[in-house]
């Protein structure tokens, strides 16, 4: 038993398996594959949000801007300028960390409430923006593009998505653990301690923002070729606070606590369809329940599990760490 | 002239509303994101008052006020109390969960028809030197300053504000200074969605009874009470009358539709420059 | 290294868990409507067969609006639409055959409508689906269901990407287009109220940009009248004193606002607080037709007020038939729910919705149900006041009763006012 949790091979290789065939189990069901989409799609954004919050310890409630920017982004480009879906989806990137640099700027100086105000200001404009810069984004109807002719149907479209968070995925995990991820975590612990060590607090902030909104960018690049159609709808203040609410329900500071969130705020609401009117209620109970009854998040139930079975092991050294890194408070995150 | 003077009005309408929010930080350091939610809900309640059992408005409105303080307590019990010390981000997540739940249980109840809910004082507005201003105007702006001074009084010259003040800094050693902290965080809760729940019956008559009628103001309010510091209220007040008149001079004199842009961005320019917001007193790095 | 494995594996597993749990929870559903719409399931345009979600003794129509969030008000027009399908099945069903209505929630969220519009299409396998409601979330599914060729009757939303020109799967909205109520209004406030100097007041979206639009290019036609002022809004603003001032410096003949009712009774009451009451005051129908507007903006202040309507209030409309059975229907199954404005428009599309299958016969095909709509002209046995459509009409209505509010009473004033979408021109009904 064991083995069989702490070797990731055989499970890696059957999380693969799954998601390749996944289209097939569910009958090319276009509504059950989209679900997966934006869970992906979601996925992605929390993991960025909880790089931003979980490991810097800087709080972000505006990260639905950066998803909007990354879908006009694409749709500007490609039904503007005509520009390749291989060209514009990296562009969707960077054009949005370039925005997270400006926003990234103040956030050098502000923190808690002060920074919680000025991303929430952030959230709330784009949109506006959007509405009123008539000429580029088309306002209230919106921008449609269209997918590249070898992209066109959905089930190729899936796997392109399918990648894309495996390999962010990837790349997330790595830069956390690297010396980037180690300076962040000294920045969220301790701003004055993580300075007398000779860390650059206000550059790694700004990195923080800049890798956090890349991503995000990324991820509404991929929903806007995904949907087809970006209008300042989209994206609202509720999105950000559904992400907020994503990684603090699975568990701050984790990729997997990240992605159970996205996995329970985009399955939730589906699964209270039949009854009328009660899917916010829904959600924000479970939002509610979890945070009073499992504080750090859905994933600590994995941690528990996992105690249990190294304990056995004799393993107390490795839990100890791992206890600090994955599920610990985060100190500094005062709104 | 008309347009400042309606700004101001208005900006003592989120001022009223970010009262409540301040009150509760300052004692529990919890920012209440459902505080918009529960003012909504009790200016839902005091409706209930004023039309099915028509007692009128002053009767209703100490009711409603009777009802919050309870909701208050109710809230700080059953949720906020068990959260008390964990991560900040936890209690605001907690409170937007909230937030979802009040939304949709008054949206359930009451429907998502807007109704219009009666102002305190009637009358047509009188015009003084080309500025129109209503009774129930004067009585608003009125009232915020009342509540302002009231309330920084007792922060300031009062015991119960000295124990606020004291639970706030350091639950611990309060406690241990002989301060009944949960009895405070209690006082705080229950006064502040009483607040609440008066600026939402000033804020009722303009915005319409509905479930989402606080979301806007809300925001704004959180904004001004940033700007002001977060802990000051007169600070509080100070910042929702700015934006209240900005945001009525971007109307007019840029674009309407984009005044929240550029309130926010002011917002920004402030706090870049002032980090601690204009009341928010010197920064304090702590946790070295 | 420990640790990645253990996060790595941790995904993988929740993975699994979720996947397997959605999986089961897909493969139920499309079995459980694959069993319901039976053999007929795989049929498509163009086969005699009958389409998809049609069986000897039932239909599914599907529907997509807010429930919860900001604009669950809109979910009025989902309990219109069920209460007229739950009278029609207790009538005998239509050609024999009941009706049922699959709704969901999209919260007025775009990706959450094209996620749910491939869930009703692909998995629930509706036969058509009525009255959705919203621009954006109509919008962001347009091109799919263009692709399908899926039957949407009578769409929630009158921007001109639906309707004009035609799409072959789009058949009417149950507001009326944007831009004829426009030109009907301006035309009448012209010709009848003799404007000259008129001042707009928009909503910054969708509904107020496109009649500004409208009433721009339209007022080319009118040589000597002149628009003096502009002001514009957003849906959720509160505070007009801005918007009043600039309105009466510009001293207008006619004021033309487009709004939902909060910016409508809010700009009303500073304007009359600030004492400018002279100007015609016409208000587009979606703010104006509902009589809840003077509870909002009080009964003085309202008073005398134009707007235009597509479906007559039931107070004046005592003697059609049609609105006795909504008046009497709706306030059965809804008891708590207004009577008067979205529910209406629900209703409305739903009538034409069956009014359609009706005439499509036994022989229910999207192809054959497309063409039926050609049929319906000047037709007046709904709550509509007429509803037409032809080969370059699919706007469903085109005309509106002027209407102007006394004494707390919305009171119809004139004949309809038609718009021919043939010669783009305005007829008074004789």
């Known amino acids: 038993m064991k083995q069989l949790i702490n070797n990731h091979k055989p499970w890696l290789i059957l999380l693969v398996l799954f998601m390749l065939v996944y289209p097939f189990i569910v009958g090319h069901s276009g509504y059950m594959v989209s679900i997966f989409v934006m869970i992906c799609i979601y996925a992605i954004s929390a993991m960025s949000l909880d790089l931003l919050i979980g490991y810097g310890g800087q709080i972000s409630i505006g990260h639905a801007g950066f998803l909007s920017i990354g879908g006009y982004t694409v ?19 960077v054009v949005t960390g370039i925005i997270g640099l400006f926003i990234g700027l103040p956030a050098v100086r502000l923190s808690g409430h002060f920074l919680a105000v000025v991303t929430l200001g952030f959230g709330l404009s784009i949109p506006q923006i959007a509405l009123n810069w008539d000429s580029l984004t088309g306002g209230y109807s919106g921008l449609s593009l269209m997918r590249p002719s070898f992209l066109s149907s959905d089930l190729q479209f899936f796997y392109v998505i399918v990648v894309m968070t495996v390999l962010i995925t990837w790349l997330l995990h790595n830069i956390l653990k690297s010396r980037m991820g180690r300076a962040f975590l000294a920045i969220r612990e301790s701003e004055v301690a993580a300075q007398a060590t000779g860390i650059n607090v206000p550059f790694y902030k700004t990195v923080m923002f800049v890798i956090s909104s890349f991503f995000t960018g990324l991820a509404g690049g991929l929903y806007g070729y995904w949907i087809g159609f970006v209008s300042p709808n989209d994206f609202t203040v509720v999105t950000s606070f559904l992400l907020l609410g994503m990684i603090v329900v699975g568990g701050l500071a984790s990729i997997p606590g990240a992605v159970i969130g996205a996995i329970i705020f985009t399955v939730l609401p589906e699964l209270t369809r039949s009854f009328v009117g009660v899917t916010n209620i829904i959600i924000g109970l479970a939002v509610v329940l979890i945070i009073l009854f499992r504080p750090h998040g859905l994933i600590s139930l994995f941690d528990a599990f996992k105690a249990k079975s190294k304990r056995k092991a004799g393993n107390d ?9 994955q599920g610990g408070t985060v100190k500094d995150v005062n709104i | 002239m008309q347009i400042i003077v309606s700004g101001l009005i208005f900006g003592c309408i989120y001022a009223l509303a970010a009262l409540g929010l301040v009150l509760i930080f300052k004692t529990t350091e919890v920012a ?30 100490v009711l409603a006020l009777l009802f919050a303080t309870i909701f208050g307590l109710f809230v700080y019990f059953v949720f906020m109390k068990r959260v008390q010390s964990a991560p900040h981000l936890n209690q605001v997540v907690l409170t937007l969960g909230l937030f979802m739940v009040f939304n949709g249980v008054a949206g359930i109840i009451w429907g998502y028809q807007p109704s219009s809910f009666p102002e305190a004082f009637h009358g047509d507005p009188y015009e003084i030197g080309g500025v129109f201003i209503s009774l129930n105007e004067i009585f608003v702006v009125i009232l915020t300053l009342i509540l302002m001074l009231g309330f920084f009084l007792l922060f300031r010259f009062t015991r119960l504000g000295l124990a606020m003040r004291a639970a706030s800094q350091d639950t611990m050693a309060s406690e241990l200074m002989g301060i009944k902290v949960s009895g405070v ?3 705080a809760w229950a006064i502040g969605t009483a607040l609440g729940g008066i600026g939402g019956m000033m804020t009722a008559p303009v915005t319409f009874l509905s479930p989402n009628m606080m979301s806007e103001v809300l925001i704004l309010a959180f904004a001004g009470a940033v700007l002001g510091g977060f802990i000051s209220l007169p600070g509080a007040v100070f910042g929702g009358l700015i934006i209240g008149v900005i945001e009525n001079l971007i109307s007019y004199y840029i674009a309407p539709e984009l005044k929240i842009v550029f309130v926010f961005l002011l917002i920004l320019i402030v706090l870049y420059i002032r980090p601690q917001g204009i009341f928010g007193g010197a920064k304090i790095i702590k946790k070295v | 290294m420990a640790i990645s494995k253990k996060q790595l594996s941790i995904i993988i597993s929740l993975f699994m868990v979720f996947m397997l749990s959605a999986c089961s929870g897909g493969t139920s559903s499309t079995t459980e409507s694959s ?17 998809q979600g049609v069986t000897d003794d039932e239909i599914l129509i599907g529907f997509l609006g807010p429930q919860t969030g900001p604009i669950a008000i809109y979910d009025l027009v989902r309990k219109g639409i069920d209460s007229y399908f739950k009278y029609v099945n207790e009538n005998g069903g239509v050609n024999g055959r009941q009706l049922k209505l699959i709704a969901y929630d999209d919260q007025y969220q775009p990706a959450k409508t094209v996620q749910l519009a491939k869930r009703l299409v692909e998995d629930d396998k509706v036969f058509a689906m009525v009255g959705n409601v919203g621009t954006a979330p109509n919008l962001a599914v347009k091109d799919y269901l263009v692709e399908k060729g899926f039957p949407m009757v009578m769409t929630g939303t009158g921007v001109n990407a639906l309707t004009n020109p035609p799409l072959p799967n789009y058949m009417g909205s149950n507001i009326i287009n944007y831009s004829i109520e426009g030109q009907i209004l301006l035309h009448y406030a012209i010709e009848e109220l003799g404007a000259k100097k008129i001042a707009i007041s928009y909503q910054n979206d969708d509904y107020g940009k496109e009649n500004l639009a409208t009433i721009k290019e339209a007022l080319e036609k009118y040589p000597g009248v002149e628009i003096v002022e502009e002001v514009s809004f957003i849906a ?3 505070e007009f004193s801005s918007q009043a001032q600039k309105l009466e410096k510009a001293n207008p003949d006619t004021i033309m606002h487009f709004s939902t009712p909060g910016p409508a009774a809010n700009l009303k009451k500073a304007l009359y607080r600030i004492g400018f009451n002279d100007a015609n005051f016409v208000v587009a129908s979606v703010a104006g ?11 003085e202040v309202w008073e005398g007020s134009y707007t235009g309507m597509t479906i007559p209030l039931p107070d004046y409309a005592k003697d059609d038939p049609q609105m006795q059975v909504f008046v009497e229907r709706f306030s059965q199954d809804y008891p708590n729910d207004p009577l008067v404005g979205s529910p209406m428009t629900g209703w409305g599309a739903a009538e034409v919705l069956v009014e359609a299958i009706k005439r499509t016969g036994d022989d229910l095909t999207w192809d054959n149900f497309l063409k039926s709509f050609y049929t319906f002209d000047n037709w007046q046995d709904s709550i509509h006041s007429s509803v037409t459509f032809g080969e370059g009409n699919h706007y469903g209505l085109t005309s509106m009763t002027v209407t102007q509010a006394k004494d707390g009473e919305i ?3 004139s004949d309809p006012i038609t718009f021919d979408p043939a010669t783009r021109e305005i007829k008074f009904q004789e």
């Not at chain 1, 039904?79 to 969707?92: D, R």
């Not at chain 2, 209930?48 to 009128?56: E, K």
């Open chain 2, 32 to 61: 209440n994101f459902a505080h918009g939610e529960m003012a909504m809900l009790t200016t839902f309640v005091s409706y209930v008052f004023l039309t099915s059992y028509g007692f009128p408005y002053l009767v209703s409105l």
């Open chain 3, 411 to 413: 009171l119809p004033i």
């Open chain 2, 185 to 187: 965080f209690m006082g």
């Open chain 1, 75 to 93: 749709a500007i480009l490609t039904s503007k300028l005509g520009l390749p879906f291989l060209l514009t989806l990296p562009l969707a990137g």
């Open chain 3, 289 to 299: 037709g509902d009589s809840n507007i003077f509870e909002l903006a009080g009964k």
């Open chain 3, 236 to 238: 959720t603003d509160t």
């Open chain 3, 35 to 51: 069993s319901s719409s039976g053999p007929d399931t795989n049929s498509n345009e163009g086969s005699s067969e009958l389409a």
């Open chain 1, 317 to 325: 050294q490795d839990l100890l760490i791992s206890e600090q890194e």
